[in-house]
């Protein structure tokens, strides 16, 4: 594991990763994936393998603060970051809770949806002849309470 302090960030254009430059000194590190680091942070870090065209890369990245665990009993023990991650716990939590209204929000509309589409089937399979809207609408009305409220 190396140390040294990020001076440069630029991210690829894919958007798969980045190039990171540690201490000044060159050449960049080519780095897959997206760091929570940014330049000024201190960091802890591995080198990986070259890429075929020499340019080093780094395996694993994370900020100094991070404490690190890695049990040395397990066979390829990755690293568990702990406690210093609690502004994305926040996100996540902000994510989920956004999730859950957008869900409430479509909810009514699916099940709206679906009994017009089932009135209009059970309509036009019974009956044998063209869809008449208002008695399909009629028909959806009453399946939608039934969905709802099981009566």
Not at 16 to 37: E, R, S, T, V, Y
């Amino acid at each position: 594991m190396n140390k040294g302090k990020v001076t440069k960030l630029n991210n690829y254009k894919s958007g798969k990763g980045c190039f990171i430059q540690i201490d000044g000194k060159q050449p960049d590190f080519a780095h897959f994936g997206h760091p929570d680091i940014k330049v000024g942070d201190t960091v802890v870090f591995e080198t990986g393998k070259p890429m075929d065209d020499g340019s080093p890369t780094i395996k694993t990245i994370h900020a100094d603060a991070i404490e690190a665990f890695v049990d040395e009993d397990k066979a390829r023990s990755a690293p568990i970051l702990r406690a210093h991650d609690a502004p994305k716990l926040d996100s996540r939590e902000a994510y989920w809770a956004a999730k859950e209204k957008k869900d409430a929000e479509r909810e009514p509309i699916i099940t709206r949806l679906s009994c017009i589409s089932s009135a209009a089937q059970v309509y036009s399979g019974a009956q044998g002849k063209s869809v008449i809207w208002a008695e399909v609408m009629e028909l959806a009305a009453i399946m939608e309470k039934f969905a709802k409220e099981g009566i």
